[in-house]
């Protein structure tokens, strides 16, 4: 059984930083594909962020040269630090995953962290 759990959500003010973390647990021998997702009230869930096991990395318009994603494969984690926050970023974190375990493969969501920006 495979889990995405993220953390490191909260309330943060205009201009600051916060770093979320995805964890992926179970028996996984590497992530392929990772992505983080948003979804701000009344409005559609979209793509923040995507890395892959190659290095080929995709950011979305509105977060380019504020957010990073990565990886650490040793600790099966995706991270995505995130700066010069704005209130428009204000919205429901989520990452998405595609593992390996040994003979097959794994996708699927985590349950999401909230980011609140304000003053």
Same mark, same amino acid.
Do not use: H
């Given at each position: 059984? !495979? /889990?995405?759990? %993220? ?5 943060? /003010?205009? =201009? ?6 995805? $964890?992926?647990?179970?028996? #996984? @021998? =590497? #992530?392929? +594909?990772? $992505?983080? +997702?948003?979804? $701000?009230?009344?409005? %559609?869930? %979209?793509?923040?962020?995507?890395? *892959?096991?190659?290095? &080929? ?13 990565? #990886?650490?494969n040793a600790k099966n984690? !995706? +991270? ?7 209130? %428009?970023? &204000?919205?429901?974190y989520s990452c998405y995953? !595609?593992?390996?375990? +040994?003979? @097959? *493969?794994?996708? =699927?969501?985590?349950?999401? @962290?909230? !980011? @609140?920006?304000s003053s």
């Amino acid at each position: 059984q !495979v /889990q995405l759990v %993220e953390s490191g959500g909260g309330l943060v /003010q205009p =201009g600051g930083s916060l770093r979320l973390s995805c $964890a992926a647990s179970g028996s #996984i @021998t =590497g #992530i392929n +594909y990772a $992505a983080w +997702y948003r979804q $701000a009230p009344g409005k %559609e869930r %979209e793509l923040v962020a995507s890395l *892959t096991s190659g290095g &080929t990395v995709r950011s979305g318009d509105s977060v380019k040269g504020r957010f990073t994603i990565s #990886i650490d494969n040793a600790k099966n984690t !995706v +991270y995505l630090q995130m700066n010069s926050l704005r209130p %428009e970023d &204000t919205a429901v974190y989520s990452c998405y995953g !595609v593992c390996t375990l +040994y003979s @097959t *493969t794994w996708s =699927g969501w985590g349950k999401g @962290t909230l !980011v @609140t920006v304000s003053s």
